[in-house]
């Protein structure tokens, strides 16, 4: 269990997300290009699942439910979606977690990308015990999306993060990756996405392809995959998460579920200088990602 792995995929969660939002859908592949000065909601989602797990030592739905909203309410401009705002202030007025509350909002539930961006930490934890680490991506996700696509993205994504921070970087190979997470996945929608990856890769399809095969929106299943596709397709951080971004779309998204990645498979100690020492709040996210790996470290002793 690596330390620097679990550093690595919390700030790059941060630095994909702060370089995505700042030239979010406008630019194409730069080298130079430089994280902005703020990262958004993705990051303080992230931040607050990562809390939770720490302080709760585990899953917990009302502690994770009340940090997201206590943590909203203190840095609501960071540039939340409608939609978990409201869910907050139901629970603000005594609703219950586990009511399924985006239901009330989204016939059949959310299928956005608010579970799978945030869901880092639970892959981090739980990246020695598929079967938690599926539940505790369920129920997280279900507090804000409850939609099949939606915590499944959340439960791949996870899965991804888990892989990426079991593997040796240099014995790393694409297609074995490619190969459990389609073993992983248990919805259609994704195993089609996983299979196109292949020809994708093979091919080194241009950007227009990835994004009309894989998406780059806001839903689930049109980002997580994306995601995953810039990291198997690069093979180093900084071409992973540029990649991402230049895709457009939700690129702040698709940058911090990317940088998540390729932050735990490559530690960080790889990740780009210029981008850590510009990061926000980098100190507490660190610190946060010791925590989190000391408590996993406590878990797995007892």
Same mark, same amino acid.
């Given at each position: 269990?690596?330390?620097?792995?679990?550093?690595?995929?919390?700030?790059?969660?941060?630095?994909?997300?702060?370089?995505?939002?700042?030239?979010?859908?406008?630019?194409?592949?730069?080298?130079?290009?430089?994280?902005?000065?703020?990262?958004? +909601?993705?990051?303080? !989602?992230?931040?607050?699942?990562?809390?939770?797990?720490?302080?709760?030592?585990?899953?917990?739905? &009302?502690?994770?439910?009340?940090?997201? !909203? &206590?943590?909203?309410?203190?840095?609501?401009?960071?540039?939340?979606?409608?939609?978990?705002?409201?869910?907050? %202030?139901?629970?603000? %007025?005594?609703?219950?977690?586990?009511? !399924?509350?985006?239901?009330?909002?989204?016939? *059949?539930?959310?299928?956005?990308?608010?579970?799978?961006? %945030?869901?880092?930490?639970?892959?981090?934890?739980?990246?020695?015990?598929?079967?938690?680490?599926?539940?505790?991506?369920?129920?997280? @996700?279900?507090?804000?999306?409850?939609?099949?696509?939606?915590?499944? *993205?959340? #439960?791949?994504?996870?899965?991804? $993060?888990?892989?990426? $921070?079991?593997?040796?970087?240099?014995?790393?190979?694409?297609?074995?990756?490619?190969?459990?997470?389609?073993?992983?996945?248990?919805?259609?929608?994704?195993?089609?996405?996983?299979? #196109? !990856?292949?020809?994708?890769?093979?091919?080194?399809?241009?950007? *227009?392809?990835?994004?009309?095969?894989?998406?780059?929106?806001?839903? #689930?299943?049109?980002?997580?995959?994306?995601?995953?596709?810039?990291?198997?397709?690069?093979?180093?951080?900084?071409? @992973?998460?540029?990649?991402?971004?230049?895709?457009?779309? +939700?690129?702040?998204?698709?940058? #911090?579920?990317?940088?998540?990645?390729?932050?735990?498979?490559?530690?960080?100690?790889?990740?780009?200088?210029?981008?850590?020492?510009?990061?926000?709040?980098?100190?507490?996210?660190?610190?946060?990602?010791?925590?989190?790996?000391?408590?996993?470290?406590?878990?797995?002793?007892?």
């Amino acid at each position: 269990m690596n330390l620097a792995k679990f550093i690595g995929s919390l700030l790059g969660t941060a630095i994909g997300d702060s370089l995505g939002a700042q030239g979010e859908g406008i630019f194409h592949l730069q080298g130079t290009k430089e994280i902005g000065p703020r990262y958004t +909601d993705d990051t303080a !989602m992230m931040i607050g699942l990562a809390e939770s797990l720490i302080e709760c030592k585990g899953f917990s739905g &009302e502690h994770m439910a009340n940090r997201f !909203m &206590e943590n909203f309410e203190r840095e609501p401009w960071r540039g939340y979606a409608w939609g978990p705002p409201r869910i907050f %202030r139901m629970i603000r %007025r005594g609703r219950k977690w586990n009511e !399924m509350l985006d239901r009330e909002i989204y016939p *059949g539930g959310s299928y956005g990308n608010g579970a799978a961006m %945030r869901i880092a930490p639970v892959g981090l934890f739980c990246h020695d015990d598929p079967k938690m680490l599926r539940e505790v991506a369920y129920q997280s @996700s279900q507090i804000t999306h409850s939609h099949e696509w939606a915590i499944e *993205g959340a #439960a791949l994504e996870a899965c991804a $993060v888990a892989m990426a $921070v079991n593997l040796k970087a240099e014995n790393f190979n694409k297609y074995e990756f490619l190969k459990e997470l389609m073993n992983f996945t248990r919805v259609g929608i994704y195993q089609k996405k996983l299979e #196109a !990856m292949k020809s994708l890769l093979d091919e080194g399809a241009p950007r *227009g392809k990835v994004i009309r095969e894989l998406g780059n929106g806001v839903e #689930a299943m049109n980002s997580v995959p994306a995601a995953i596709y810039s990291f198997l397709c690069n093979s180093d951080f900084e071409s @992973s998460v540029i990649y991402a971004v230049s895709l457009g779309g +939700d690129a702040d998204t698709i940058g #911090a579920m990317t940088g998540a990645i390729a932050g735990a498979c490559y530690g960080v100690d790889e990740i780009t200088k210029r981008w850590m020492n510009r990061l926000e709040n980098r100190e507490y996210i660190k610190k946060l990602a010791e925590k989190l790996w000391e408590a996993k470290k406590g878990v797995k002793g007892k």
